[in-house]
């Protein structure tokens, strides 16, 4: 299946800015695909600005991977952050991991009322000896550190959705509901430029050192189980990064990336040679083999980008897309390769 690439505005970063040569502070000029940012889903197109901000002026990875997806987190209309959909007691519970170059990482899990769990997630990494924090512990943590309570209340979107959800109260993952008008377990809002949300973004960058880091940030399913934490906030799940090597995030039914230890998986194959892309086929294939036919039944999808600034990405079901961003090619929303027709 080839790659379908469509080329998007960049709001004040016009195409001039990117193919000049000279965009960084220091007016250095970089070749190939270093700095590098990457995005899960098409909400990735505006996460990647803000990621970029960082990164054309010679920043840290580690920095843009926070910036980036505090974006989404601040869309209130977007499935990511304290405006998606609750769980089904009707209380809205998010997850993030964040991890730097040095192997250091932090997460946090089962999160209420704080509009940044990534920042929660990075300042766990920073002052604690811990790597996660879950529930009360974490907002304790978080206002401690200074993270202001929201208000306890779900976004109109949201409650729209739960209030039609509770006539059923039926729970069933569906492929790429993000993607398509149809009802049932998740009612997926829509955005004003036409974009379905999903509930989970992930993000890789490599920085102009040649410095990788990753961050993911996500509600998780939509009117799960009270206490649910899928793979997003586990290292080795969810996100990993390994600077000798390269970095992998996952999107997709949760549980199934935590039975693979599915982005751990895509670095340790990209570390026997295989390029990001085939290193995400071969973890897919990890995937279907294990679960039979029953593979139909959900998406699960990585992306993964190695040491040289080289990217790919690979998932079960066709439906998933990733957003790029690099210095001499503007922002590309990528349609990722899938194995199941």
Not at 142 to 147: K, L, N, P, Y
Not at 235 to 262: F, H, P, Q, R
Request: net charge neutral.
């Amino acid at each position: 299946m080839l790659h379908r690439r469509r080329f998007l505005q960049m709001g004040s970063l016009g195409a001039g800015t990117f193919l000049s040569g000279k965009l960084f502070a220091s007016g250095k000029t970089f070749n190939g695909k270093m700095p590098l940012v990457i995005s899960t889903w098409d909400a990735g197109i505006n996460a990647n600005k803000g990621a970029w901000e960082v990164l054309r002026n010679g920043g840290r990875a580690l920095d843009a991977v926070e910036k980036g997806v505090m974006v989404t987190e601040s869309e209130l209309s977007c499935c990511v952050g304290l405006g998606a959909n609750p769980d089904r007691d009707g209380h809205v519970t998010l997850d993030a991991s964040i991890m730097d170059e040095h192997g250091n990482a932090g997460s946090v899990a089962f999160i209420e009322r704080i509009k940044h769990p990534i920042s929660v997630a990075r300042r766990i990494m920073e002052k604690t000896p811990h790597v996660m924090l879950v529930g009360t512990g974490a907002q304790q943590f978080a206002v401690s550190e200074g993270f202001p309570l929201e208000e306890d209340k779900l976004s109109p979107d949201a409650q729209k959705a739960y209030e039609e959800w509770l006539k059923k109260s039926d729970y069933k993952p569906q492929i790429n509901i993000e993607n398509t008008k149809g009802s049932g377990s998740f009612a997926p809002n829509k955005l004003a430029n036409g974009a379905w949300n999903h509930d989970t973004i992930g993000m890789l960058a490599i920085d102009a050192k040649g410095n990788l880091s990753g961050s993911c940030t996500t509600s998780g399913m939509g009117f799960k189980m009270r206490g649910r934490v899928g793979d997003s906030p586990i290292i080795g799940a969810g996100l990993y990064v390994d600077n000798e090597v390269g970095a992998a995030v996952s999107t997709g039914l949760g549980e199934e990336v935590i039975k693979t230890c599915g982005t751990h998986l895509v670095v340790e194959l990209m570390r026997q040679g295989n390029t990001p892309e085939n290193a995400c086929k071969l973890a897919i294939e990890r995937i279907i083999k294990r679960n039979g036919d029953k593979a139909k039944d959900f998406q699960v999808a990585f992306i993964a980008i190695n040491n040289k600034g080289e990217y790919g990405a690979y998932c079960i079901q066709k439906g998933f897309n990733f957003a790029v961003c690099y210095a001499d090619s503007g922002s590309q929303l990528i349609d990722g390769k899938h194995i199941l027709p």
